[in-house]
């Protein structure tokens, strides 16, 4: 078993239901195959750097999971056959990591682009 990563752009003009009907029909294989799914984080709609099909949004969804090769290659067939898919890309994981979190921002201070210098430290004798 290896770790993956899929990001799917979804067609954004497809209801809710397709959409979710794709990311289902991904977890279904993955865990029918033995696999499991670690992560589904659903990025939500997002402008296009350009235009595919004449659109300029999409709906992005990443899956980080675990599987065989043989499954992430019916994966991929799959998807390529999927009229909800624009597009799709599959990396391997390196080393299987941990999965990644999105870090907290940090609140805004009121000195804003002010920072106070880090105390110098102090010479022992």
């Not at 752009?9 to 294989?29: I, S």
């Not at 080393?95 to 000195?111: F, I, M, Q």
């Amino acid at each position: 078993m290896n770790d993956y990563e899929i990001l799917l752009l979804l067609d954004p003009e497809a209801d809710e239901a397709a959409q979710n009907g794709v990311v289902g029909r991904m977890r279904e294989t993955i865990e029918h195959a033995g696999g499991t799914v670690a992560r589904h984080d659903p990025w939500g709609r997002r402008r296009l750097a350009y235009e595919i099909d004449h659109k300029t949004d999409g709906t992005y969804h990443l899956l980080t999971f675990q599987c065989a090769p043989d499954t992430l290659a019916e994966l991929e067939r799959v998807l390529k056959i999927d009229d909800v898919v624009m597009r799709h890309m599959a990396t391997r994981r390196k080393g299987g990591g941990p999965v990644p979190t999105l870090a907290p921002e940090p609140p805004a201070s009121d000195d804003a682009g002010q920072t106070e210098p880090a105390p110098a430290p102090e010479e022992e004798e």
